[in-house]
């Protein structure tokens, strides 16, 4: 029946295998009421107090008639404590919770604001300043974290602080059903405008025991959190992994890589998630004899390389792991780390179906790579749809499966690779060409640092395959090394008709070669 | 890797495991053309003549220019053979063809007729007759299948008939890709406004072939076909699978009760597919003794009782078989006339996977009832979407299941048996009743002919069940009798509060009980 076996943490939590997430920090505030939740600038929040604080944010918006039509109430925050509380005490008076990305500026920031229907915006000073000069159609109350700007009484809005709305009572909590949606996240998309995608309570409780149980965290735990709540890995991998783990999550506003392991040692973190540009940071300072006297266990790293993985784990003493997923869809797989296969990205989670298909359709086998899909095995546990856009969720839905933009390969055993964006494939006489897999070939040649391979179009109307290499410093590669190097290694159509080398090459902020400027 | 296998006619006939219907038409042209694919009122059209009047169709509308933006014919035809080489004719230049239901009538035919965005209708006089007073937005051309009305070329339209259509030379054909939207259908829907259900060809091709296969029909067969083309029963259980089986479809204009095994002898029918109605209508007439001797061998009837089921095959002398299936996913489950369980309408279609769902979306096990949903396992052989409505559409796949409006249950071998309509439930103080589960022990009550339980609503605004029995003629069953029968052998809580025994109860023309009119 492909019923997968639930996770034992809710039940035992709750007494039910399925729940909002708003039922699990109440249980935890039961339970471990004492516990620090949370770690902030030297401050402890113990789950009892968390909640509270939740709680009084829930009774301040019941107090005020801010539905509106959409049910939703956004934050334009800066990462920090208070961001948990706003978000919990939605989701408590059954409402939707859209937080707004902090970076954005201007037109999109407006745009976003609006799509997301609010009639109430938490926010700071410094958010406001960016707020103040934009056209936002539905926000008539702002709730400000610090303090209110000078101006903004004039403005014909109505003004709170925290502070007042925390003064409010907690009300009788009925808490919203697992399959209610709790979070708007707009996703960045790789192209075209950001979507709204709407996440489901059950997402968070049930991603969050899955991750906090296959790498084993609990209630000794402490994780390195600098993920922005405004992205699906702050909400499920760090807040809600750390909720069901009863673990401790210790934010910071930012990275820091000249203080990282003063803070992983200070607050004692166990675990941190990041980025492949993190490694690279800290793997770029020189090394000292106590890299690894450090308290970090695990460090959840998306889409790095393999042999980088390894160097950082090595020095830094840790155990480095991966997980696949994205904010329509988290986590599809789960870090496996007694198993761990090298270059995979984990084994697929038991509550979703992964396939591989080709260009038709069809599923493809074994090891074999292409477009990565999935559907769900339990209800509630992935997005219900792009909000405002129903032509792009069916398109993205054909056939039932959550059609992704990324090439994977499956192995035997369940574990997934991540192979490439499909976006970068390149068609040319009639052959799919994959990237990543000619740059891995390459990548093996001694004198190449890195590479990259694109698709430029020919006079004929079709395309060549264009690599670029940077060379080792101090070595003399050429085109035709490379060429020659790869031919044999990899099928006809693979071998490259131009090949550029250069003494680097450009990478963009998350740590990727930035293809645009090449 | 739930790969399942293809069916081998498919490969067999084009040599690849998927395939556009009209490929399909092509390729029995070609190995089979002078066997018959229809007869029709004493004439046989070989398959090689219903492929080149299909060319002709083709080549015809590729003469004009009438795709417009939503690239859609429509046709409004009586149940004839001519329907035939307009659908595959319309398929053969890539685009949609919508027929519509010859039944309906004024402003729901002309808002059909509209959303359809076709500029071209296939017609007859007699269809002329109900168009010509409608709002018609978009059709500027009509081709008349027998003669021009009087009247009609006053109108500003461009007019044909078939015979000059015919006239045009067979073009070159490209088939559409197999998983190209071929048919539009309305769904009748039980609520609502009718849905309009957009079909990939593949989907033709494969449940064609999985049909033919399953019920092992070949070029011996020959099916009795009174299938509007405008269901889907009439373009993919009927001609489809006549296609696939390199069969013969035997086309009437209607169900005839008085002519019907007169019908079947004289062609030397070996199947046919039906509602339940037409086995009462059958029943009803007097025995013969020459009852059995008839050329049937299969007779498919849509979710009938297994007593009338069989009191059928053996009074005719046939197999009667059962399959599952909707618009939006057909065919849902196959005959397997070997092993058919009693009351199982069939086995899982290995292409799909159907489970059964509680009202929170969790799945339920093995004979256990709920509602029916169902996920394709390979690409292309379901809808597409829900023509104009994304709404609908993304609503009916939550959690990428489709979900029916139907209530079934599964057996461990992996046979489906349909049990009611899901809004049939009767929900009573907290608990579900399904009424086809009550009216089934009601009905073994000697003195009951048939029944149907029903929800009332209460003062106290919860509901009570109310059953509605007919008497066996001659028996004396008061309501009483019935509420101490099912005491003990149903749930407390599916004991019926009110019984109402009448002499007999009211039908639709479907043969269901019409609730309406209790």
Redesign the interface.
Known sequence: ???PDPPQTIARLVGKP?ASITEVLEARALANGERTFVLEAGRAFSYSESWDLSCRVAGFLRSLDIQGQTNCVASFLSKRSEGLWCWFGTLLTGAVHACLNWEHRGDLLADMTNRTGARLMFTEAAGWAQLSGLKLTGIDTVVFIDSIPPGVAALGLKVYTLEQALQNDAPDITHPE??DVASLIFSSGSTGRAKAVLLPHNMFTRGGARLAESQGLDESDIIHDTSPLYHIAGQLHNTSMTLLAGATLAIFPRFSRSRFFAQVNEVGATYMGCFANVLRYLMSDPERSDDAYNTLRYVMVAQTREAESEAFAQRFGVTTLDSYGMTEGEPLTLPDPQNMPPASCGIVNPDFEI?I?DD????L??GESGRIVF??????I?M??YAGD??A??KA??????HTQDIGKLDQDGYLYYVDRLKFTIRRKGENIIPAELEQVVRTHPAVEDCVAVGVPTDDGDVDIKLFAARVPGTDLQGDDIRRFVTGKVARFMVPQIVVVLDELPYTPAGKIDRDKL
């Open positions: 029946m492909h019923r399925r697992p399959g396939a298909l038709a359709g069809n599923r086998g074994c559907r769900p095995r339990v209800p509630d992935m219900r749809a129903d032509q969720t069916v839905w054909r056939d039932l499966w959550f």
